[in-house]
């Protein structure tokens, strides 16, 4: 069975340009989060999916970064602008309704100079 | 609201010696606790799980034992070898939540030594 598949796996970008990061969910995982992990820390959620839905994006600085999940399967991360301190490893995770636990994708490395 | 405490690493081990990594919370209500372990270069994957209290999770020769009197569920290996060094997170989902957000703990660093 493919795990959660993350691209790209590093990005490089100057601060004040846009940059997107993609993630394709397990077949049949109808739950999909996007976590930020900062240098040294855990992962922090930004924005949880049931299906199509954003059901929880409390966390998500919504002046710079957006999200969607057309049809329920994969979905994107956008920020725009970018700024320094959004340096960091995006981590995309999915799962279903029980509490089997989530599965990670091998994250997206942003840098930010 | 609901947190996760682990012990600061990096923990440094010669092989075959035991492990312990502690790991407490805090939850509102009944949480799901669980294990997650990041190798160099990859994504967090999950380790062992617990779900209700004195329950033991166990996997690849790690375990945990959920203690709610205690709130905690430490991580313990009786050898551990070269290839488990790696950072281990400590996270709880609460069962009220829907979406089985997780907590996590800062993460512990692993290095064993040959």
């Known amino acids: 069975e493919a795990g959660v598949v993350q691209s790209p796996r590093y990005k490089i970008i100057e601060k004040k340009q846009p940059v997107a990061f993609w993630c394709n969910p397990i077949?049949?995982?109808?739950?999909l989060y996007w976590y930020r992990q900062n240098l040294g820390q855990g992962p922090e959620l930004l924005i949880r999916?049931?299906?199509?839905?954003?059901?929880?994006d409390s966390q998500l600085p919504k002046d710079r970064f957006s999200a969607e999940r057309l049809k329920g399967v994969d979905s994107t991360l956008k920020i725009q602008p970018a700024e320094l301190g959004d340096s960091a490893v995006y981590l995309c995770?999915?799962?279903?309704?029980?509490?089997?636990?989530?599965?990670f994708g091998p994250g997206t490395r942003l840098t930010v100079l | 609201g609901d947190s996760v405490t682990q012990m600061e690493g990096p923990v440094t081990l010669s092989e075959e010696a035991f492990l312990t990594i502690n790991c407490t919370y805090t939850?509102?209500?009944?949480?799901?606790l669980f294990w997650y372990v990041q190798y160099p270069g990859e994504g967090l994957q999950l380790l062992l799980k617990?779900?209700?209290?004195?329950d033991k999770g166990s996997n690849k020769g790690f375990e945990a034992t959920y203690r709610k009197e205690t709130t905690s569920f430490h991580l313990e290996k009786g050898s551990v070898q070269v290839s488990d060094s790696a950072v281990y997170f400590c996270?709880?989902?609460?069962?009220?939540?829907?979406?089985?957000?997780?907590?996590f703990g800062g993460g512990t660093r692993l290095m064993v030594k040959p």
């Open positions: 995770a999915t799962g279903t309704s029980g509490v089997g636990g989530q599965f």
């Open positions: 999916y049931e299906n199509e839905e954003a059901v929880d």
């Open positions: 996270a709880l989902s609460e069962r009220y939540n829907a979406g089985n957000m997780l907590t």
């Open positions: 939850a509102t209500g009944y949480p799901s």
């Open positions: 077949s049949g995982h109808n739950t």
């Open positions: 617990a779900t209700k209290a004195d």
